[in-house]
């Protein structure tokens, strides 16, 4: 199943309590991003001062719908030392937050025990499960969606184990 933006964000706002989002990967394709990718590996860093130059359409929906009293957690399972794409990702974790997203870190080592999907996944109102799939570049392929109420029960007791275990996002240094 192909997804757009769109159709992603009508999807999130249709959420009415919660949307969590598990990722697990230490590298995703960067072809979208490869300027903020390089100009971080420059030097760049976002300045949390200048709100106005953050991307603003995925923290516009965030705070759209966190404003309805929906909560969106994130948490992201990571190898240590964590890799450059992840140390990226961790110096703009602050705009994630500040549109209302609640972010932890666990280091992989901690997560050795736990039962957990083969694919990042996102849980909708822990009933619908969207399963993002990419392939051994870290580049997105698609998304599989299921309503299966096993599966949903399945990734929201995985994603409750590692965000238990997680640390948060202030707290978390790379």
Wanted: some cysteine.
């Amino acid at each position: 199943m192909s997804q757009s933006l769109t159709d992603f964000a009508d999807l999130i706002r249709s959420v009415q309590v919660s949307a969590v989002h598990l990722e697990m990967r230490d590298t995703y394709g960067v072809e979208n991003e490869i300027e903020g990718f390089a100009a971080w590996k420059q030097g760049h860093r976002l300045n949390p001062a200048d709100r106005a130059s953050w991307w603003r359409p995925w923290l516009d929906l965030v705070q759209e719908v966190t404003a309805k009293g929906v909560v969106i957690r994130r948490t992201r399972i990571v190898s240590e030392p964590v890799s450059d794409y992840i140390a990226y990702e961790h110096s703009f974790t602050f705009t994630n937050i500040a549109g209302g997203e609640q972010i932890r870190w666990l280091p992989r080592r901690q997560a050795s025990d736990l039962t957990l999907p083969g694919n990042d996944c996102w849980i909708f109102d822990g009933k619908l499960v969207q399963f993002n799939v990419f392939d051994g570049a870290g580049r997105w392929v698609h998304t599989d969606q299921t309503d299966d109420p096993a599966v949903a029960e399945r990734c929201v007791t995985a994603f409750e184990a590692v965000w238990e275990r997680g640390i948060p996002h202030e707290k978390y240094t790379v």
